[in-house]
């Protein structure tokens, strides 16, 4: 009864929606889940009787995970911040199928990223921000071939776009659109709950 009690609370209109202790929207900490799709791709040089080839391989995946940060009011409307989030799983990854029934194929298993954010309060409800940072990302490599440079981490530079919406006391709903350099593609739907 009194988890039922707790939610309805988060979950209900009000003027004080989504604001830190210094009575600022979308400012203080929070953290919540997250669900994405991704694509996980690589390149390969592949020689055979023709001479060398470049070809790049890529698939679509699902994954889940969670983040936690803490945003500043800089301005009346300028929020800027830091976030820390993790994923796992991302589908099948990429697999070629190479000359001679030879295969190569990377799954991805779990990655995580560190972003500073600014943001841009558009209203009382709506925040639009902008992300860069680190990630990393974690892959299951399987091949029947050595491959010259192939590593089962994968990091670099990480950035994105993204829109947060409150739409409870405590509880919004953003949607976040993110790039590790050289490894995936991310678009992600998050429900952050602010304390």
């Known amino acids: 009864m009194k988890r039922v009690a707790v939610l309805g609370w988060m979950l209900m ?3 004080a929606i989504a604001q830190g202790a210094d009575g ?21 040089d ?16 699902v994954a889940g995970g969670g983040f936690a940060g803490f945003d500043f009011a800089v301005a009346d409307r300028i929020r800027v911040g830091a976030e820390a989030g993790a994923t796992i799983g991302g589908g099948g990854g990429g697999r070629a199928d190479l000359p001679g029934g030879n295969r190569f ?28 940072g680190y990630g990393a990302q974690r892959y ?11 590593r089962d981490w994968n ?14 006391r405590a509880v ?11 490894t995936s593609n991310q678009l992600s739907i998050g429900l952050p709950i602010r304390f």
């Open 13 to 15: 209109p009000g003027p």
């Open 24 to 44: 600022q929207p979308m400012t203080g900490g929070y953290a919540g889940p997250e669900f994405s799709v991704q694509e996980h791709g690589f390149g390969l």
């Open 46 to 61: 592949i020689e055979d009787g023709f001479g060398s080839r470049n070809s790049s391989f890529s698939r679509v995946g």
């Open 105 to 132: 194929e990377l799954r991805p298993r779990w990655g995580y990223r560190t972003m500073a954010r600014l943001g841009y309060v558009a209203s009382g409800r709506t925040m639009i921000y902008g992300q860069v």
């Open 140 to 150: 299951r490599l399987r091949t029947s071939i050595f491959v010259d440079g192939v």
């Open 155 to 168: 990091r670099g530079l990480a950035y994105g776009l993204g829109v947060e919406h409150r739409v409870g």
């Open 172 to 182: 919004s709903l953003r949607l976040d659109a993110r790039r590790i350099a050289g």
